[in-house]
Each structure stands twice: as C-alpha cells, then as structure tokens.
C-alpha cells in the first residue's frame, strides 16, 4: 500500500513564500517523475511542475522564476518552494507521483488528497 501526501500549504498575502511538500510511504521500491498540479475555483487541473528521478525539472511559463523544485530520494519526497506569490497562484495543489512498488515490474501514478494555496492582495 503507499501513500502519498501534500503538505505545507496555507494562506499568505502576496509577495509571500510557501514551501510544499509531496511525501510518499508504503511498499516503495522508487519514487520516480512527480508533477505538481493546481486546480483553481471552476478551473481544470494543471500541470505546473515536474521533477524526474534524477532531478531535472521543467516549469510552465506562470511559474518560473518563482517555483523551484527540488528531492530528496532518502525520504521519497519532492518539495516544491514557491516565492512572489500572487492571488492568481490561489488554488489546490496535488503532486501525482510515479512509483515503482516492492515486487512489481511497472511504475504506478498515485494522486495525494492536495493541499490549499491562498494568496490575498
């Protein structure tokens, strides 16, 4: 069984910092690509940031500059630092993690239950 868990998020006014966390546990053989995602108020969830194995990463435009992730495989988990923030950065963030469990061949995608991100003006 494995778990997958964010953390961290909050309420700040713009111009703030959050640091998210993505922590995976259970029968973990690898933690492989994680994508963060945000899904803002009658909006579709996005694709924001992912963060492969060996720690390459990539960015949608909105986010660069200000979103940086970064891993920590001993602890099987991803953070993702967020400075400048802005009211348009308001929404629930997920991480959907690829993982490769104890005893199976194949890398299995697990969602976390997401964690909200507020930024008053």
């Known amino acids: 069984q494995v778990q997958v868990v964010e953390s961290g998020g909050g309420l700040v006014q713009a111009g703030g910092s959050l640091r998210l966390s993505c922590a995976a546990s259970g029968s973990i053989s690898l933690l492989n690509t994680v994508g963060w995602y945000r899904q803002a108020p009658g909006k579709q969830r996005e694709l924001i940031a992912t963060?492969?194995?060996?720690?390459?990463?990539s960015y949608i435009d909105s986010v660069k500059g200000r979103f940086t992730l970064s891993r920590d495989n001993a602890k099987n988990t991803v953070y993702l630092q967020m400075i400048s923030l802005k009211p348009e950065d308001t929404a629930v963030y997920y991480c959907?993690?690829?993982?490769?469990?104890?005893?199976?061949?194949?890398?299995?995608?697990?969602w976390g239950q997401g964690t909200q991100v507020s930024v008053s003006s």
């Open positions: 959907n993690a690829a993982i490769l469990l104890r005893g199976r061949g194949v890398l299995e995608n697990y």
């Open positions: 963060i492969s194995r060996d720690g390459s990463t």
